[in-house]
């Protein structure tokens, strides 16, 4: 399998369905395919405007976030237990149908 299918949840409940490669980031998808979230630091990890929160069951398979990570989103409003930074969510073979709601915060106005 070379994509996987990605859903991303926007504010008020549309839902954006896409395919994407295999090692894309969530960032890199969502600028593919014109979802307006900021990620303002381009995916260099000093700002939190590509925070996502991913759906359970999906959460539990992404590799374990950074410290650095964790520092980020300290920084993200709507903070949730499975907030993660989209510009650190590599796509691989196993996220095949992942869901992630993106807070207002994230999108740009
Ligand atoms: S784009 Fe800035 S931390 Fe992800």
Same mark, same amino acid.
């Given at each position: 399998?070379?994509?996987?299918?990605v859903?991303?949840?926007?504010?008020?409940?549309?839902?954006?369905?896409?395919?994407?490669?295999?090692?894309?980031?969530?960032?890199?998808?969502?600028?593919?395919? #014109?979802?307006?979230?900021?990620?303002?630091?381009?995916?260099?990890? &000093?700002? &939190?405007?590509?925070?996502?929160?991913?759906?359970?069951?999906?959460?539990e398979?992404? @590799?374990?976030?950074? @410290?650095?990570?964790?520092?980020?989103?300290?920084?993200?409003?709507s903070? &949730?237990?499975?907030?993660?930074?989209?510009?650190?969510?590599?796509? #691989?073979?196993?996220? #095949?149908?992942?869901?992630?709601?993106? @807070?207002?915060?994230?999108?740009?106005?």
């Open positions: 399998m070379r994509t996987v299918r859903t991303f949840v926007l504010p008020g409940g549309r839902e954006r369905v896409c395919e994407a490669r295999l090692g894309e980031t969530l960032l890199d998808v969502a600028r593919q395919e #014109d979802i307006a979230i900021e990620g303002a630091c381009g995916g260099s990890m &000093a700002c &939190a405007t590509c925070h996502v929160i991913v759906e359970p069951g999906f959460f398979r992404l @590799p374990v976030a950074s @410290p650095e990570e964790e520092d980020m989103l300290d920084l993200a409003e903070l &949730a237990p499975t907030s993660r930074l989209g510009c650190q969510i590599a796509l #691989d073979a196993s996220l #095949d149908g992942l869901v992630v709601n993106v @807070p207002k915060t994230s999108l740009l106005e």
